[in-house]
Protein backbone atom coordinates (compact mmCIF):
# COMPACT_ATOMS: atom_id res chain seq x y z
CA UNK A 1 0.00 0.00 0.00
CA UNK A 2 1.32 3.40 -0.96
CA UNK A 3 0.94 6.10 1.68
CA UNK A 4 -0.25 9.37 0.46
CA UNK A 5 1.25 11.99 2.56
CA UNK A 6 0.32 15.95 2.30
CA UNK A 7 3.77 18.33 3.85
CA UNK A 8 2.34 21.46 6.23
CA UNK A 9 5.45 23.99 6.47
CA UNK A 10 5.48 27.63 5.76
CA UNK A 11 9.16 27.71 4.63
CA UNK A 12 9.00 26.73 1.24
CA UNK A 13 12.87 25.28 1.29
CA UNK A 14 11.79 23.07 3.73
CA UNK A 15 8.98 21.80 2.15
CA UNK A 16 11.20 21.02 -0.64
CA UNK A 17 13.60 19.24 1.39
CA UNK A 18 10.93 16.98 2.59
CA UNK A 19 9.09 16.36 -0.70
CA UNK A 20 12.03 15.63 -2.32
CA UNK A 21 12.78 12.89 0.71
CA UNK A 22 9.36 11.26 0.94
CA UNK A 23 8.57 11.54 -2.72
CA UNK A 24 12.09 9.38 -3.63
CA UNK A 25 11.04 6.60 -0.77
CA UNK A 26 9.69 3.45 -1.50
CA UNK A 27 5.84 3.00 -0.56
CA UNK A 28 4.82 6.49 0.06
CA UNK A 29 3.80 9.50 -2.80
CA UNK A 30 3.47 13.05 -1.27
CA UNK A 31 -0.11 14.11 -3.23
CA UNK A 32 0.31 18.06 -1.94
CA UNK A 33 1.82 20.81 0.13
CA UNK A 34 0.45 24.15 2.26
CA UNK A 35 2.18 26.77 3.65
CA UNK A 36 -0.02 27.38 6.38
CA UNK A 37 -2.47 25.14 8.85
CA UNK A 38 -5.70 26.77 6.71
CA UNK A 39 -4.65 25.35 4.00
CA UNK A 40 -3.88 22.28 5.34
CA UNK A 41 -7.28 21.36 6.41
CA UNK A 42 -8.42 22.65 2.76
CA UNK A 43 -6.19 20.29 1.02
CA UNK A 44 -6.71 17.31 3.36
CA UNK A 45 -10.46 17.58 2.79
CA UNK A 46 -9.83 17.38 -0.84
CA UNK A 47 -7.24 15.13 -1.40
CA UNK A 48 -7.25 12.81 1.84
CA UNK A 49 -3.89 11.73 2.77
CA UNK A 50 -2.94 9.25 4.99
CA UNK A 51 -0.74 11.30 7.04
CA UNK A 52 -0.27 15.07 7.32
CA UNK A 53 3.38 15.93 8.36
CA UNK A 54 2.84 19.02 9.82
CA UNK A 55 4.78 22.20 11.19
CA UNK A 56 3.84 23.64 14.67
CA UNK A 57 4.81 27.04 13.83
CA UNK A 58 2.75 29.15 11.32
CA UNK A 59 1.54 32.03 9.74
CA UNK A 60 -2.93 32.21 10.10
CA UNK A 61 -3.77 29.01 11.64
CA UNK A 62 -0.84 27.07 12.99
CA UNK A 63 -0.42 23.71 13.28
CA UNK A 64 -1.88 22.60 16.60
CA UNK A 65 -5.09 24.22 15.67
CA UNK A 66 -5.23 22.65 12.43
CA UNK A 67 -4.22 19.20 13.63
CA UNK A 68 -7.06 19.31 16.15
CA UNK A 69 -9.37 20.00 13.14
CA UNK A 70 -7.84 17.23 10.59
CA UNK A 71 -8.05 14.89 13.59
CA UNK A 72 -11.70 16.22 14.62
CA UNK A 73 -12.73 15.29 11.15
CA UNK A 74 -10.93 12.15 10.48
CA UNK A 75 -9.30 13.74 7.65
CA UNK A 76 -5.54 12.19 8.53
CA UNK A 77 -3.25 10.74 10.94
CA UNK A 78 -1.02 14.21 11.73
CA UNK A 79 2.71 13.56 12.18
CA UNK A 80 4.29 17.06 13.85
CA UNK A 81 7.44 17.96 12.43
CA UNK A 82 9.32 21.14 14.03
CA UNK A 83 12.06 22.59 14.76
CA UNK A 84 11.21 23.47 18.58
CA UNK A 85 10.26 21.03 20.94
CA UNK A 86 8.89 23.15 23.89
CA UNK A 87 6.84 21.51 26.41
CA UNK A 88 3.94 23.65 25.33
CA UNK A 89 4.14 22.49 21.70
CA UNK A 90 4.63 18.58 22.35
CA UNK A 91 1.42 18.50 24.69
CA UNK A 92 -0.55 21.22 22.45
CA UNK A 93 -0.09 18.53 19.58
CA UNK A 94 -0.52 15.57 21.59
CA UNK A 95 -3.26 16.71 23.10
CA UNK A 96 -4.69 17.71 20.12
CA UNK A 97 -4.47 14.38 18.76
CA UNK A 98 -1.45 14.26 16.58
CA UNK A 99 -0.52 10.56 16.49
CA UNK A 100 3.80 11.73 16.65
CA UNK A 101 6.04 14.39 17.00
CA UNK A 102 9.53 14.96 15.54
CA UNK A 103 12.31 17.34 15.35
CA UNK A 104 13.61 18.48 11.94
CA UNK A 105 16.99 17.50 13.09
CA UNK A 106 15.88 14.05 12.23
CA UNK A 107 17.61 12.01 9.86
CA UNK A 108 15.70 10.52 6.12
CA UNK A 109 15.32 7.19 6.77
CA UNK A 110 14.06 7.46 10.25
CA UNK A 111 11.90 10.08 8.99
CA UNK A 112 10.45 7.43 6.80
CA UNK A 113 10.35 5.25 8.75
CA UNK A 114 8.25 7.46 11.16
CA UNK A 115 5.72 8.14 8.25
CA UNK A 116 4.99 4.70 7.73
CA UNK A 117 4.28 3.88 11.01
CA UNK A 118 1.93 6.55 11.47
CA UNK A 119 -0.12 5.30 8.54
CA UNK A 120 -0.24 2.37 10.11
CA UNK A 121 -1.84 3.58 13.11
CA UNK A 122 1.89 3.59 15.17
CA UNK A 123 2.27 6.59 17.11
CA UNK A 124 6.16 8.23 17.45
CA UNK A 125 7.68 10.19 19.24
CA UNK A 126 11.68 11.88 19.53
CA UNK A 127 13.44 10.23 21.89
CA UNK A 128 14.28 13.67 23.44
CA UNK A 129 10.83 14.53 24.18
CA UNK A 130 9.61 10.78 25.02
CA UNK A 131 11.99 11.30 27.82
CA UNK A 132 10.12 14.84 28.91
CA UNK A 133 7.02 13.07 29.06
CA UNK A 134 8.21 10.37 31.15
CA UNK A 135 9.41 12.76 33.69
CA UNK A 136 6.51 15.07 33.55
CA UNK A 137 4.15 11.84 34.18
CA UNK A 138 6.44 10.55 36.96
CA UNK A 139 5.98 14.19 38.84
CA UNK A 140 2.58 13.57 38.67
CA UNK A 141 -0.05 12.33 41.22
CA UNK A 142 -2.19 9.80 39.17
CA UNK A 143 -4.37 9.03 41.99
CA UNK A 144 -5.82 12.35 42.12
CA UNK A 145 -6.75 12.29 38.73
CA UNK A 146 -10.55 11.54 37.38
CA UNK A 147 -11.64 8.30 35.92
CA UNK A 148 -11.56 8.60 32.62
CA UNK A 149 -14.65 8.28 30.68
CA UNK A 150 -15.76 5.36 29.19
CA UNK A 151 -12.47 3.42 31.24
CA UNK A 152 -15.32 1.39 32.89
CA UNK A 153 -16.66 -0.41 29.77
CA UNK A 154 -13.02 -1.82 28.93
CA UNK A 155 -12.61 -5.49 29.35
CA UNK A 156 -9.59 -6.38 31.17
CA UNK A 157 -7.39 -7.20 28.25
CA UNK A 158 -8.30 -3.40 27.13
CA UNK A 159 -7.11 -2.39 30.52
CA UNK A 160 -3.73 -4.25 29.99
CA UNK A 161 -3.54 -2.85 26.03
CA UNK A 162 -3.92 0.75 27.19
CA UNK A 163 -1.46 -0.07 29.98
CA UNK A 164 1.25 -0.90 27.31
CA UNK A 165 0.02 2.08 24.99
CA UNK A 166 1.01 4.04 28.08
CA UNK A 167 4.79 2.61 27.90
CA UNK A 168 5.35 3.28 24.65
CA UNK A 169 5.18 -0.20 23.43
CA UNK A 170 4.31 -0.54 19.61
CA UNK A 171 1.69 -3.37 18.66
CA UNK A 172 4.22 -6.03 17.61
CA UNK A 173 5.10 -5.17 21.42
CA UNK A 174 2.39 -5.52 23.30
CA UNK A 175 1.52 -8.90 21.38
CA UNK A 176 4.77 -10.15 22.38
CA UNK A 177 4.37 -9.23 26.05
CA UNK A 178 0.73 -10.09 25.96
CA UNK A 179 1.12 -13.23 24.17
CA UNK A 180 -1.71 -12.16 21.23
CA UNK A 181 -1.47 -11.96 17.97
CA UNK A 182 -0.63 -8.19 15.91
CA UNK A 183 -3.86 -7.90 14.37
CA UNK A 184 -5.50 -8.66 17.84
CA UNK A 185 -3.54 -6.01 19.13
CA UNK A 186 -4.79 -3.73 16.91
CA UNK A 187 -8.82 -4.48 17.35
CA UNK A 188 -7.94 -3.91 20.96
CA UNK A 189 -6.44 -0.72 20.09
CA UNK A 190 -9.21 0.74 18.22
CA UNK A 191 -11.89 -0.54 20.54
CA UNK A 192 -9.94 1.11 23.55
CA UNK A 193 -9.60 4.36 21.82
CA UNK A 194 -13.29 4.32 20.88
CA UNK A 195 -14.44 3.21 24.15
CA UNK A 196 -12.30 6.47 25.42
CA UNK A 197 -13.61 8.86 22.80
CA UNK A 198 -9.41 9.45 21.86
CA UNK A 199 -8.83 9.93 18.64
CA UNK A 200 -4.78 8.56 18.40
CA UNK A 201 -2.70 5.94 20.66
CA UNK A 202 -0.84 9.11 21.48
CA UNK A 203 -3.85 10.19 24.10
CA UNK A 204 -4.43 6.57 24.92
CA UNK A 205 -0.64 6.71 25.96
CA UNK A 206 -1.08 10.27 27.96
CA UNK A 207 -4.11 8.81 29.81
CA UNK A 208 -2.46 5.87 30.79
CA UNK A 209 0.16 7.49 32.32
CA UNK A 210 -1.82 10.39 33.85
CA UNK A 211 -3.97 7.37 35.98
CA UNK A 212 -1.42 5.64 36.56
CA UNK A 213 -2.46 2.80 34.49
CA UNK A 214 1.10 1.49 33.10
CA UNK A 215 2.79 -2.06 35.01
CA UNK A 216 5.17 0.18 36.69
CA UNK A 217 1.93 1.98 38.53
CA UNK A 218 -0.11 -1.51 38.30
CA UNK A 219 2.59 -3.68 40.00
CA UNK A 220 4.31 -6.95 38.88
CA UNK A 221 1.14 -8.57 37.27
CA UNK A 222 1.17 -11.49 35.31
CA UNK A 223 0.02 -9.92 31.59
CA UNK A 224 0.00 -13.41 30.02
CA UNK A 225 -2.83 -14.51 27.77
CA UNK A 226 -5.18 -16.66 30.57
CA UNK A 227 -6.87 -19.92 29.18
Do not use: W
Not at 64 to 69: N, P, Q
Not at 72 to 85: I, N
Amino acid sequence: MTVRVLVADDHEAIRFGLTTILGHADGIEVVGEAADGAAAVRQARALRPDVTLMDVRMPGTDGITATRELVAEGLSQVLVLTTFDLDEYVQGALRAGAAGFLLKSIEAPRLIEAVKLVAAGEGVLAPQVTRRLITAFAAAAPQQAPVPHGFGDLTEREREVLGCLGEGLSNAQIGTRLYIGETTVKTHVSRVLAKLDLRSRVQAAILAQENGLTRENAGAADLRERP
